[in-house]
Structures are given as structure tokens and as C-alpha cells.
């Protein structure tokens, strides 16, 4: 456990609701044994030990993933001993919310959920160019990348997991466009893979190509321009606004939103004063 501070959205006794930071991983894997979620979450209850994970992207297929970290404290019958379960992830450079389980009777409802995919997910993104259609859905299996292992790709549906990815396209730019995307499944790095299929990686997405000016001129200074974007925003863009689930033990609706960091909006108004001064708006 870690003294971290957390973005709590909402918390109960059954689970809690964390807008987590880009830059921060969630699982502790090899050359991140500190400083994780899991290690945030394990101070802000009431201790324990933590299960490491060989993969240092997380899950090696999807989201959904088991328990995380248990509590280390006796069974008490006088002392419930919590049980907080990672149900799903979010990638090191995606901020945003993240539902966490708190107890046993808890994580499996969740999952469940996760599974069927009925959970409400809903992202924003900064990607390259624009999608030939403003509104669409994108379908592929994602797999390994046969030429780079620490990468995802759309792959030949035996060889990957089917992947339904829905998109709308909130504001254009002369070269950019800020994207909503709705999963549909939860595979792993599904928006970012399925967005560079269609040529339109995430901006400043160094794994998939977004860290290189990929539309309009290549003079030095729009690169300038863009290397300045990627400083203010050294990620991936993409941010998890909306989650949306049914409460594991009332059932009851529950729907949470989060603002994109406050990078993103000068990003975006760097980018909105670009086009203005070029006379494109």
C-alpha cells in the first residue's frame, strides 16, 4: 500500500469509482512495482498484499480481469474484511473512470457485467485526420501484432478476438478531429488498435504511430507546432468520460462522467486558434 492520492467519484461499501491519471498503471508487472492503482487502493482500504501481474500490458486479452489484491487482515466474522477487485483497466496513458469492487460479493456481479457488455463505456479521443464518415461503427479482431509483440493489430478473425468498436465525431480540425468511441467489446487497446486501422491513430500515441505529424504539411515548423502539442499532452489522447452500470447488490442505474484533464483543452485551443489564424474555420 501507497499513500496516493485517489480522484474518488463515488465510493460505497460495496465499490468505488476512480478517475484515474494518465501516466498511471494499474496492475503492478515488471518495472512498475510501485506507485499503481492497485497500490493507491490497497492504502485507501485497509491494507494488503498485492498480486502481481507478468504482463506488462496487464491482461494479455481483455479488460476484464480477476482479482487484483487482497486484503492480507484475518477472517473476522465481526470484522468483514474487504476485498477490493480490479474488474477492468484502463491503459497507462488513458485517463478516466475506472469502477473498482471493494468486497467479494461485489466483483463477480460487476464482471459479469463487464462479460455480457452491458457496461456503458464511452470514450473521447484526439486522432489524426478525419473518418470518412462522421458517425460509424468499426469491426475487426484484435490480436498480437505478428511483426511487433508488444503491440496490437486488427489480425484474421482465428488468430484474434472479435472487437465492435461505435464512433462520432465531436469537432474537426484542419488535420485532427476529437472522437467519441463506445465500446461494444473490451479488448485490449481496442480504440487505439481499431482507430490506426482506419488510419487515424490517437494523437501522440507513440505504439501505434500517432507521435508523428501523419496529416497536411511536413515543414519544420508544423512539426514544431505538433512536438509542442505532445509535450502538453504526453500521451495518448484519450480519455474514459462516461461509465455506466448496474450497482452490484441494489441493481439500481448508475451512470458517472469526468472532464478530460486540463491538458486536453489546451490542446484543443491551440488547435482551435491554429485554424482560426489559417482562416480553415
Not at 80 to 108: E, F, N, Y
Request: negative net charge; hydrophobic residues 35%; glycine residues 8%.
Amino acid at each position: 500500500p501507497e499513500p496516493i492520492p485517489l480522484d474518488i467519484v463515488y465510493e460505497d461499501e460495496d465499490l468505488l469509482v476512480v478517475n484515474k491519471p494518465a501516466g498511471m498503471v494499474v496492475h503492478p508487472a515488471p518495472g512498475h512495482r510501485s506507485g499503481t492503482l492497485v497500490h493507491a487502493l490497497l492504502h485507501h482500504v485497509d491494507g494488503g498484499k498485492v498480486a502481481a501481474n507478468d504482463d506488462p500490458d496487464g491482461s494479455p486479452d481483455d479488460e476484464a480481469v480477476g482479482l487484483s489484491m487482497v486484503n492480507a487482515l484475518p477472517e473476522d466474522p465481526d470484522h468483514p474484511v474487504v476485498r477490493p477487485g480490479i474488474v477492468h483497466r484502463l491503459d497507462k496513458g488513458t485517463s478516466g473512470l475506472l469502477v473498482v469492487a471493494k468486497r467479494d460479493r461485489a466483483h463477480q456481479p460487476l464482471a459479469e457485467q463487464f462479460k455480457e457488455h452491458t457496461v456503458e463505456r464511452r470514450y473521447r479521443a484526439l486522432v489524426w485526420g478525419r473518418f470518412e464518415s462522421p458517425r460509424g461503427t468499426i469491426e475487426g479482431a484484435i490480436g498480437r501484432d505478428p511483426n511487433h509483440r508488444q503491440r496490437m493489430a486488427v489480425v484474421p478473425e482465428e488468430n484474434g478476438k472479435w472487437a465492435v468498436t461505435h464512433y462520432e465525431t465531436v469537432e474537426t480540425h484542419a488535420h485532427t478531429s476529437v472522437v467519441d468511441f463506445r465500446l461494444e467489446t473490451g479488448r485490449t487497446h481496442q480504440i487505439r488498435v481499431h482507430a490506426r486501422a482506419q488510419g487515424h491513430p490517437l494523437l501522440g500515441d507513440p505504439k501505434y504511430g500517432g507521435q508523428r505529424v501523419r496529416y497536411g504539411t511536413q515543414s519544420e515548423d508544423r512539426r514544431a507546432f505538433f512536438e509542442h502539442l505532445f509535450e502538453v499532452l504526453p500521451h495518448p489522447a484519450l480519455h474514459a468520460y462516461r461509465l455506466g452500470f448496474a450497482h452490484p447488490t441494489t441493481d439500481e442505474g448508475l451512470r458517472f462522467e469526468a472532464d478530460p484533464p486540463a491538458e486536453w483543452q489546451r490542446v484543443l485551443d491551440r488547435l482551435r486558434a491554429d485554424d482560426k489564424q489559417a482562416g480553415r474555420r
